[in-house]
């Protein structure tokens, strides 16, 4: 079964309001989540690394002002795309490696879409 | 700049031929790669390495790593159109980050 949840799975919004995308590890604790946006047709681009109890480390590009990410728990990490965009249209996906296995875990993903 | 190259781009074959999927790089701190199924959703997982020369296998597919030419290969063999997907080659660094190839788009006509 799935160890990594996202919720939702697709949104919609109107411009200038904010959406809040969260994900969840079941069955394990994860010190790090790492937050991803894929592009249709294109593959996934590393946003940022989210960190249980500190801020989030950016990749360069990334405005950590729009995407504000709250690591709060061991368990629940949450991207928030704030005064979103068209341009924000995306597929956001999370992941979580689980540390007593060799593999990193992705969410189901979550489609944006801003109108 | 960490960089992971996947070829082809893009495959069309008929359903039962044997297909290659490669995958170059250049990481720093490297620590492993990776091989995902992408269907509509999500990746899902298909391969870990971490070791070179050692195959690893899952029924149809198998992928081995070679880490003194930065590449590895993904084969599947009597490709069924169930296999139809992109298939994502990505190499994770020791802070877990994963950089992604752009992807092998595999098309299995019956």
């Known amino acids: 079964g799935a160890v990594v949840s996202q919720h939702p799975s697709r949104v919609i919004c109107k411009s200038g309001t904010s959406v809040k995308i969260e994900c969840r590890s079941l069955d394990f604790q994860a010190t790090t989540m790492f937050w991803y946006r894929q592009f249709p047709k294109k593959s996934l681009m590393l946003m940022a690394t989210s960190n249980e109890g500190s801020k989030a480390t950016y990749e360069q590009g990334v405005e950590k002002d729009k995407f504000l990410i709250n690591h709060a728990s061991l368990t629940l990490s949450t991207l928030t795309v704030t005064s979103a965009h068209p341009e924000d249209s995306s597929f956001y996906i999370c992941?979580?490696?689980?540390?007593?296995?060799?593999?990193?875990?992705f969410g189901p993903g979550t489609r944006l879409t801003v109108t | 700049e960490d960089k992971v190259v996947q070829s082809p781009l893009s495959l069309v074959v008929h359903e039962g031929d044997t297909v290659t999927l490669n995958c170059s790089y250049e990481?720093?701190?490297?620590?492993?790669l990776l091989w995902y199924k992408q269907e509509k959703k999500a990746p899902t997982f298909l391969f870990m390495l971490?070791?070179?020369?050692i195959e690893k296998k899952s029924g149809r597919l198998s992928s081995i790593l070679d880490k003194k030419e930065l590449f590895s290969i993904l084969n599947i063999t009597a490709t069924q159109t169930g296999d139809s997907a992109i298939y994502l080659c990505?190499?994770?660094?020791?802070?877990?980050?994963?950089?992604f190839g752009q992807g092998t788009r595999l098309t299995i006509n019956p």
């Open positions: 971490t070791s070179s020369g």
């Open positions: 990481v720093t701190n490297f620590r492993s």
């Open positions: 990505a190499v994770e660094d020791w802070a877990q980050k994963l950089v």
């Open positions: 992941s979580a490696r689980d540390p007593g296995r060799d593999e990193q875990y």
